[in-house]
């Protein structure tokens, strides 16, 4: 087929870049790194009624935050294809015409590989130790990859409709930092005024982490929704979020990169 | 035959009232260079992007290579290339990156596509510079890269939108030889400038736009012939200006205008050299000295000013979102 093949080569052109760039690599995982090592040691007093301490509650919730932040990669790495006239001398090849926006997100996901690696092994250092067993430790992260892929769609249709790469990356944080923080990635939700508790707890953020958590082996604590749909299957309502997501921007996306006009 | 037609097209931003395409028609024949002439904010940009299926026109017909661009884009994709006017290529990426990357997209083989990228480096002196990010190339070097990357199939049909705008007179040179080269090699080119000087160094035809709409046709010098030919301007001390004056005008036969903050002395001439040799004989008799003298071409605005009436404004809008950037070198 020649629109995997041609999506293909775009992705191969984003891991080229980060072989000539490698600090973007390094630093997008040392971030979180230093978000692990933050939070376990400035809040690790605070679980201390959870079985095996903080840092068990912690890491999915890190690791969701992080491959929620490819949205904003993707829509600043996309904007800035449009700035540069990219996009256009890819529209006047005789390419699919989804080719390239397939082509970003997988470029924009693969690279979670390594950071949920590096990511694991430091939780694992600073205590982490999820109990399921290898099949579903693996299961948990492939599904977080998989989180991150979808919302890169998001990104890659505010990417599409900015005019400007910082400004596009800046709005992107803005929705990532509340859905992250209004959700049970960090603290238990069960203290949130009760309005909160319910939009924490069925924002797509907090099914990801519930599922993470079950995943890898950890029970998660429910607020007011505790017999709700997210709390009592947060796996497959994870899947249907992201299924949902994809729904929605890849149609989008693929139209708006037709018509797309760079300058 | 006619590799390029382009009938009644129009494109209007912000719901009509900005018309970037007026009813704008022209043609290229093949094996020929059209340059496309005209201000910022004229439709020049607009007309590449609809001839290279970037955009849709609102009405009108288009054909390259005897497809129609609307009806068959993906057609048309295969035999043009396409170089704007900000080189679009990755700019973490090497030379070498870019061009195999881009003849991958072609649809080349991994091989066939390295074989053309050292061919193209060669082509455009840019092999000792291959294997270094195109962020560390010089303005010139960017576009000439852009302008490799447009031809990885040999198109049969080349639009370049303003290939030297922001180049230092470096730059340009160096890009006037390229594309010389290329049109030696029979390509069929459509350019766009707002240069005069390179639409008569580069092409066979030339198409002045002003306001999305086609105000004159001919060759470089049917248009220069049009707009009145050349002008003599002196600068001379201001006790000579009066005297002077009196001179230019009696030897060259024309009415010379005088700008007295300037010191400076113009006439339009017809047959330019001659004009100025009689007239420095002239000076040279009546012991005036010439502090400084000049033969002007027409230059883009005296066009316009004939043409239309009007000078060549900047200030027309251009298209939506579009950004002036300044020199990338």
Known sequence: M???HDALIITKRQLLQLTRVPEVLIFTTIQPVMFVLLFRYVFGGLGVGIKGGYVQLLMPGIFVQTVAFTLAATAQGLAQDMEKGLIDRFRSLPIARSAVVFGRTLGDGLPNVVVLLVMGLTGFIVGWRPTSGALHIFLGFLML???GYSLSWAGIFAGLISKDARVVANVSFLFIFPLTFLSNAFASTTSMPKALQYFAEWNPVSTMVAAARQLFGFHNTFGVTAHSLPSEHPIQTSLVYMVLIMAIFIPLSVRRYKSANSR | MKSVVAENLVKTYRNGAVRALDDLSLDVEEGTVLSVLGPNGAGKTTLVRVLSTLLEPDSGHATVGGIDVIKNPKGVRQIIGLSGQYAAVDETLTGWDNLVMFGQLYHLSGEQAKQRATELLAQFSLTDAARRPIKTFSGGMRRRLDLAA??????KVLFLDEPTTGLD?????????????LVREGVTLLLTTQYLEEADQLADDIVVVDRGKVIARGT??????????????IVVAEANIDVAKEIIERVTQGHATVDSGLRKISVPVLDGTQSLVAVIRSF???????LDLALKRPSLDDVFLSLTGHIAEE??????????KGARS
């Open chain 2, 150 to 155: 447009s031809l990885i199939i040999r198109p």
């Open chain 1, 2 to 4: 020649n629109g995997i």
């Open chain 2, 220 to 233: 470089s010098d049917h248009l220069k012939d049009q707009v009145g030919g050349e002008r003599i301007e």
């Open chain 2, 284 to 290: 040279d008799e009546a012991g005036i000295h010439a």
């Open chain 2, 169 to 181: 007179p470096r730059g340009r040179m160096e890009m006037w030889g390229v594309i010389e080269g």
């Open chain 2, 315 to 324: 200030e027309v809008p251009a298209e939506p979102g579009k950004k002036k």
């Open chain 1, 145 to 147: 990859l998989f989180f």
